[in-house]
C-alpha cells in the first residue's frame, strides 16, 4: 500500500526564517510520482511541484526548493525566509500504480504559521 | 480559464436530506475524481471516472453516488446525509490518470455540514 507521512503537525516561524516541511513516503512501485500542494485559509488546493521517481534532482523555484531522496524515501520542501503569505497548510502526495493508478495518496498536512 | 469549478462553496443539510454537489471543468480533461477532507485525515479518494459513462469507487465511496454523462461534468450525489459525511469536498481532473504523473487540478472545494 502507498502511504505518505508528514510528521509535523504544526511550524510556526517568525518572518524570514527559514523552514523545512517533511515528507516521508511509502511505496512498491518503481515508478511513481510526488506532489507538493499548498491549502491558504481561503481553502483551494495549489498545485506546487511535481517529481518523477527517476529524476532526483533537486529544484529551486524562487524561494522554494525541493529536495528528494530516494535512498531515505523523502521528499522535503524548503521555503527560505519566509514571508506571512506563505502561512498555510502543505500537502504532499504520491501516485503511483498501486491503488489502481487513479488516485493521490495524501500526507495529513502540514500547518506552516509565519508571524511577524 | 475557468478550470475546475465547483458549486455550492458552502451548505448545511440535515440528517437524511439529499443534495448534489456539482462539478464542471472546461480543460477536457478525461480523468475527474471527488475527494473529501477531514481534520487531521488528508484528502481521501471517493470516486473517479476515467471517462464519460465510466466511473469506479475510491477509499471511502460509501453514502456517495456519481455519474458521468458527459466529459465536462461529475455531479457527486448524498443520498441520504449523515453527520459523518461533514467535511469539505474536493472535484479534481487530470488529463490522465494520477500514475502518470499528470498535474491533478482541485476546485476550490465544497464546504458541507450535516446537522
Known amino acids: 500500500a502507498q502511504k505518505v507521512t508528514q510528521a509535523q503537525t504544526e511550524i510556526s516561524v517568525v518572518e524570514k526564517e527559514d523552514v523545512t516541511l517533511d515528507c516521508v513516503y511509502e511505496t512498491r512501485d518503481t515508478t511513481y510520482y510526488l506532489f507538493w500542494y499548498k491549502q491558504p485559509p481561503s481553502g483551494e488546493l495549489v498545485f506546487l511541484i511535481r517529481r518523477n521517481s527517476f529524476d532526483e534532482q533537486n529544484e529551486i523555484s524562487g524561494r522554494y526548493s525541493w529536495n528528494f531522496q530516494k535512498s531515505t524515501s523523502s521528499f522535503n520542501f524548503t521555503i527560505t525566509a519566509s514571508q506571512v503569505v506563505d502561512s498555510a497548510v502543505y500537502f504532499c502526495a504520491l501516485s503511483g500504480l498501486t491503488g489502481g493508478g487513479n488516485k493521490l495518496t495524501f500526507g495529513t498536512g502540514t500547518q506552516l504559521k509565519v508571524e511577524l | ?115
Open chain 2, 1 to 115: 480559464n475557468a478550470g475546475v469549478t465547483q458549486t455550492p462553496k458552502f451548505q448545511v443539510l440535515k440528517t437524511g436530506q439529499s443534495m448534489t454537489l456539482q462539478c464542471a471543468q472546461d480543460m477536457n480533461h478525461e480523468y475527474m475524481s471527488w475527494y473529501r477532507q477531514d481534520p487531521g485525515m488528508g484528502l481521501r479518494l471517493i470516486h473517479y471516472s476515467v471517462g464519460a459513462g465510466i466511473t469506479d469507487q475510491g477509499e471511502v465511496p460509501n453514502g456517495y453516488n456519481v455519474s458521468r454523462s458527459t466529459t465536462e461534468d461529475f455531479p457527486l450525489r448524498l443520498l441520504s446525509a449523515a453527520p459523518s459525511q461533514t467535511s469539505v469536498y474536493f472535484c479534481a481532473s487530470s488529463y490522465s490518470a494520477a500514475a502518470s504523473g499528470n498535474t491533478i487540478y482541485f476546485g476550490e472545494g465544497s464546504w458541507l455540514t450535516v446537522v
